[in-house]
């Protein structure tokens, strides 16, 4: 796999406006969190094949601090489908607005080859005392393959109330796609979230 990492100065207007001016989920988590009295390192998933895109839920515990959870996430490892994309480049764009945007072109390998483009968008949002309290992330296809129609999806990083070092995560994906749409979906959200606990751990990612 072949990685490059950049940083390019380029105006906001250039990037896509369609994303909110204030980041928020996509929609309300609809599961709960897993059961345990030691915060589980797992997730609950729900998944539904709607008319218009697929929808992915992901609800879990990672035993890292805030900040520990977001670096991992900014992790190309992570956030990048490390199981389909064979070739990836990520530029990391200047911003005002968000504290992080990365841009990713994707290059899939198959009977017929693909590529897309992602875009994320980070925000930590302060307290009054300029304290990181959460992090809310969105990502978008914004252009590429005509057979990916929809693909968008939210994080959201949570201190758990009493523990430095345990945060909730929640994921939601949705995926119009020409093949496979739900199980494509859960295949990426479950594999980001084993990704993301490894890297946070130090340790090594599948070779899918």
């Not at 992790?75 to 990713?104: A, C, G, H, K």
């Not at 005509?146 to 995926?175: N, Y």
């Amino acid at each position: 796999m072949l990685i490059w990492l950049q940083t390019a100065c380029i105006s906001n207007e250039v990037l896509q406006n369609d994303f909110p001016k204030i980041l928020e989920p996509l929609e309300d988590i609809r599961v709960e969190v897993p059961q345990g009295d030691d915060f589980p390192e797992e997730i609950v998933l729900l998944s539904e094949d709607g008319p218009d895109y697929a929808s992915v839920h992901a609800r879990g515990y990672l035993h890292l601090s805030l900040d520990n959870a977001w670096t991992a996430l900014r992790n190309d490892l992570v956030y990048v489908n490390q199981r389909d994309v064979s070739n990836y480049t990520v530029t990391e764009m200047d911003s005002d607005e968000y504290d992080y945007i990365f841009l990713v072109d994707n290059e899939v390998q198959d009977i017929i080859p693909v590529a897309f483009t992602n875009e994320w968008r980070h925000v930590g949002h302060q307290n009054h005392k300029e304290d990181v309290i959460d992090v809310v992330v969105r990502w978008r296809k914004i252009e590429g393959t005509d057979f990916i129609q929809l693909l968008e999806g939210s994080v959201e990083i949570i201190p758990v109330e009493g523990e430095d070092a345990v945060v909730e995560i929640r994921i939601i994906e949705h995926l119009k796609a020409t093949l496979d749409q739900e199980a494509n979906a859960i295949e990426f959200v479950t594999d980001m979230a084993e990704r993301w606990k490894l890297v946070g751990h130090g340790e090594s990612i599948p070779n899918y």
